[in-house]
């Protein structure tokens, strides 16, 4: 009987398949379809905003510079780091024009609101994970599942996609998600499918559930593991999508939440206070080209299916092989196909967390690096559009600014060793009277200040944003609390951001040397870093810091406080990194009330029900210390329920040298701890994975949990 009920407990529901042709880089551009709510004007208003903003302050910042410069005859070294300069301050300027213009929009008293319309249908949930703790990922399904049980029975499917490749942490997830698990269509149902060859990643993973699912759902939600939205947000994004049948994805805009260290409550606080900014500046002028962030987005699955088959890239990673920030990609295929792609800001409840450290910051961009600079195939590929090209071009300029503001420093320093060491020639062309050598301090400084007011102009905007809408600023803590926390925010990115900078260049460094990033789950603890850790990963910061501190200091006072900014957080890099993790370290702004959050006074219910799931998960019975057989064998019904998931063996034993020493070992070994104590990781894995060595695992049941394997019972299950 027990096996005959976890046979009916299936953990996924009927196939039904699409085809998803795989694309090549050069396609030509399908044509676009229509558009019944287009706002063609304002994009077009928008972008020649911050096309004329961006070149307007462009070409005044490099004619001062060459002002600068250029007061008698300009050499060699000025001419590089001219441009240098022109590229980061062309950098700055689209930044700031992007701000500026979401500025305006935030502050326009004049809001449009999105069509919407009745849904046919039901929409899929798509929930990847990887190596991930199952117990926080079941504390936000709950949630979710909660909320649409109340605003929206029948409409909604979740679909827990495991791409997790270690034994221990896939029964882990099995044992926690089993019990969510259900066919209920009527309410919303929960299914669980874990790949043997998670083959492609992420962009792999989601691919294999449209070629195998897809054509039953009209549309897909896609989240990352930490992911959280409201049933609100949920059912605004499927009736948006089915009042404009032409379009093919929207992006909402993640909040983040739940930040309790240091670092990610620098990030939280400038996510909820600038980034409502810079996401009106984006959205309008993206109007319907706009981008794709892999999570708390809708897309339209038969058009992902049709447009979304990402090519191979020629040659070995890291710039080679399968593409890894697939999700700018796809919204770049989807824009090539003719679907439109929105960004649309105007959603609350959709929630995200940051990373816990400024070490789980520098890991994940290792990541992001390679994909983002394997976009350069696609740049001038055939058939996007210039919004897509721009995209990819941000993309890759935000890790490859760092290496030009690191080259700039590098030349402005072998500048003023030149000036220092270097005796100066006054008379280099022939004549009667000495070529003096001038430096025009006034524009210089005046230049920085402008550089500067570019730079921190977004915070500014978000303060004052916030400082007019008095609900808005009340729930940073007030006026008082709002500045402080502005003005302790900036000092702390200031002092982080030369850290980011050089790790950021090393990251750079890495891909061009060719080194493969692979793929790692993101950190969801505290990201508590020991000392010895952060002192590792520093020391060469560290050390820059010193000398570069002590050289200037030594060339002149002037250019030692002018180097300062960037010296001092070098310098302070391992302490810095230290207090940028862990729960109870450097998190003291909390208790003063800075850089609070909006959801912390006043959550929103989606925020409460998480929290109530997961303190209750503390009534779980589940051990960690238990290996992924541990758990089997002492669970019967985990144990049938998952031998009845598995795929018919593929008869490949002869070749599979983990599947051979693994049956071995079974076979001679009484008890469970026996086994153990033999076994590897793959040989664990293969147990898992292959259906014969499973059922043999049987022998290590109770007894009276047992079904005979060559019974009618088995074979009908």
């Known amino acids: 009987m027990l096996l005959k009920e976890s ?50 302050l462009s070409w005044y910042g490099a004619t001062e510079m060459y002002a600068v410069l250029n007061t008698n005859a300009i050499a060699g070294l000025q001419w590089a780091f001219l441009v240098l300069f022109c590229v980061n301050f062309t950098w700055i300027s689209f930044a700031f024009s992007q701000a500026t213009l979401g500025v305006i929009f935030k502050l326009w008293p004049f809001s449009y609101t999105r069509n919407e319309q009745d849904v046919e249908g039901v929409t899929a949930i798509l929930l990847p994970v990887y190596n991930e703790d199952p117990l926080r990922i079941r504390a936000n399904i709950q949630a979710m599942h909660e909320d649409l049980l109340k605003q929206a029975p029948g409409k909604f499917a979740f679909f827990i996609l495991s791409d997790t490749n270690r034994a221990d942490a896939w029964i882990a997830e099995e044992q926690a998600f089993r019990p969510l698990l259900n066919h209920d269509e009527s ?117 992902f299916a049709e447009a979304c088959g990402l090519p191979v890239l020629k040659g070995k990673a890291p710039f080679g092989g399968h593409v890894m920030s697939h999700d700018f990609m796809e919204a770049a295929l989807l824009r090539r196909a003719g679907w ?37 195939a696609f740049v001038g590929a055939k058939g996007f559009h210039f919004a897509t090209r721009l995209h990819l ?43 003096w050598p001038v430096f025009d301090f006034e524009k210089a400084r005046s230049l920085f ?39 302790v925010e900036t000092i702390l990115s200031a002092l982080y951001a030369p850290i980011l900078m050089l790790s950021q260049f090393q990251v750079v460094y890495d891909v061009f040397k060719g080194r493969d990033s692979g793929w790692k789950p993101q950190s969801r603890d505290d990201g508590a870093t020991p000392w010895k850790e952060a002192a590792r990963a520093h020391c060469s910061h560290t050390l820059l810091g010193i000398g570069l501190a002590g050289g200037a200091l030594f060339l002149s006072k002037e250019l030692f406080y002018w180097s300062l900014p960037i010296s001092f957080g070098l310098i302070l890099s391992i302490p810095l990194s230290w207090l940028s993790g862990g729960a109870k370290r450097g998190n003291v702004i909390h208790h003063l009330g800075l850089m609070r959050a909006p959801e912390e006074k006043r959550p929103h219910p989606i925020i409460e029900m998480q929290d109530r799931y997961d303190k209750a998960q503390e009534s ?10 541990q758990r089997l064998s002492s669970d019967a019904d985990l144990f049938y329920w998952h ?22 070992q079974i076979l001679n070994s009484d008890n469970i701890q026996s086994l153990l104590d033999h076994l590897n990781e793959q040989e664990c894995l293969a147990i898992l994975q292959h259906r014969e060595l499973m059922a043999a695992m049987e022998k290590y049941l109770p007894k009276d949990k047992q079904v005979d394997t060559s019974s009618e019972e088995f074979a009908l299950a």
């Open 449 to 487: 200040v402008l550089s500067m007011a570019l730079v921190l102009a977004p915070k500014v905007y978000g303060w004052f944003s916030a400082m007019l809408n008095f609900r808005r600023c009340m729930q940073f803590g007030g006026p008082i609390l709002l500045t402080l926390s502005t003005l």
């Open 643 to 664: 031998l009845v998931q598995m795929p018919e063996d593929i008869p490949d034993k002869e070749f599979c040298r983990a599947w051979i020493c693994a049956e071995w």
């Open 7 to 56: 046979a009916i407990n299936r953990a996924l529901p009927k196939e039904s398949n699409l085809d998803m042709p795989r694309h090549a880089v050069n396609e030509e551009a399908g044509a676009r379809k229509s558009r019944i709510q287009g706002f063609e004007f304002t994009t077009i208003l928008s972008r020649l905003f911050v096309l004329v903003c961006t070149i307007g």
């Open 393 to 435: 071009l941000s993309g890759i300029m935000s890790y490859l600014s760092a290496v030009f503001w690191l080259l700039l420093i590098v030349v402005g320093f072998a500048l003023a060793v030149q000036a220092y060491f270097v005796r100066p020639e006054y008379f280099a062309n022939p004549s009667l009277f000495p070529t």
């Open 187 to 303: 309410a919303c149902p929960i299914y669980y499918r874990r790949r043997y060859n998670n083959a492609e990643r992420k962009a792999g993973n989601i691919a294999e559930w449209v070629t195998a699912y897809g054509g039953d759902y009209e549309c897909m939600i896609v989240l990352d593991a930490d992911s959280l939205m409201g049933a609100d947000c949920l059912i605004s994004l499927t009736r948006r999508m089915a009042a404009e049948p032409n379009l093919g994805l929207i992006q909402t805009l993640p909040t983040i939440i739940r930040a309790n260290t240091l670092y990610s409550r620098i990030q939280q606080f400038a996510n909820h206070c600038f980034g409502p900014i810079y996401a009106s500046g984006l959205a309008a002028w993206h109007g319907y080209s706009s981008n794709f962030w892999g999570h708390n987005a809708i897309i339209r699955t038969k058009a």
């Open 620 to 629: 779980l019975n589940f051990d960690d210390a238990q290996t992924s057989l």
């Open 340 to 376: 439109g792609v929105r960004f649309d800001t105007d959603l609350s409840a959709s929630y995200e967390e940051a990373p816990p450290s400024l070490v789980d910051v520098i890991v994940r961009d290792r990541r992001w690096c390679q994909g983002n600079l394997q976009h350069k």
